[in-house]
């Protein structure tokens, strides 16, 4: 069965840096898609960004990009120019063949 | 902007009871699905939907639990008797297809609440 892995529960960031969230994924599948969710306070659940995993090229969405490495299972999502509203739980995703499976969750704080 | 929407925002109910949570899709899409997430806890898939039957569903989703698209524009969870740790927010979301590279849109949530 896929599971998803983020270790950091809770990660702060001044306003303007650059913070990195961990995601490590286990599947012995190849084909595959990874995503990164946000969760603002107000519970909705926004896709940040998307990953497909036969493409090398790391995805990229405005200040949102990801180090996606496929050999080593992981998929980091970098932030950067960090904004009062990235202020919310971040959720890592795996979706294989209509099966979605989310990470427990990283609290980020952007403090001013 | 098309959105998913979900009514209550919340709902408390006493254990045993039934309660029904509604989810209005966007009105395009042909995927349904419910997630629920525990307080403090991950987002965990309970079922997926298409042409009005389950397509998927976890090993959460148990005979308590039913969905349905009763009216063509509703969509539908139903816990036959609640028990305490069914309290969570649950969520909605639909797509145009099944799979990506098509999205998930996701709902608010209820927050459902067994005391």
């Known amino acids: 069965a896929q599971t998803v892995t983020q270790s950091q529960p809770e990660m702060s960031v001044q306003e303007a840096e650059t913070v990195t969230l961990s995601c490590t994924y286990d599947?012995?599948?190849?084909?595959?898609?990874l995503f990164w969710y946000k969760q603002p306070p107000s519970r909705q659940m926004i896709l940040v960004i998307r990953q497909e995993a036969y493409k090398q090229q790391n995805a990229t969405e405005n200040r949102f990009s990801v180090n996606f490495q496929k050999a080593a299972k992981s998929f980091s999502l970098k932030i950067s120019d960090s904004q009062l509203g990235d202020t919310a739980m971040y959720f890592c995703a795996f979706y294989n063949n209509n099966d979605m499976r989310f990470g427990a969750g990283t609290r980020l704080t952007v403090k001013p | 902007e098309p959105e998913v929407t979900q009514t209550p925002s919340h709902q408390v109910t006493q254990m045993g009871q039934e309660v029904i949570l509604r989810c209005v899709p966007i009105s395009n899409h042909l995927y349904f699905y419910w997630y629920r997430q525990i307080l403090g806890q991950k987002v965990e898939f309970l079922v997926s939907f298409y042409n009005n039957e389950i397509s998927e569903k976890s090993e959460i989703f148990d005979d308590q639990f039913s969905v349905e698209r009763p009216d063509g524009s509703n969509f539908t969870l139903k816990i036959r008797s609640t028990k305490l740790e069914d309290s969570a927010m649950y969520f909605c979301?639909?797509?145009?297809?099944?799979?990506?590279?098509?999205?998930?849109?996701f709902g608010p949530g209820t927050r459902l609440t067994v005391t």
């Open positions: 979301a639909s797509s145009v297809e099944r799979g990506p590279p098509y999205e998930q849109y």
């Open positions: 599947t012995s599948e190849n084909n595959y898609y």
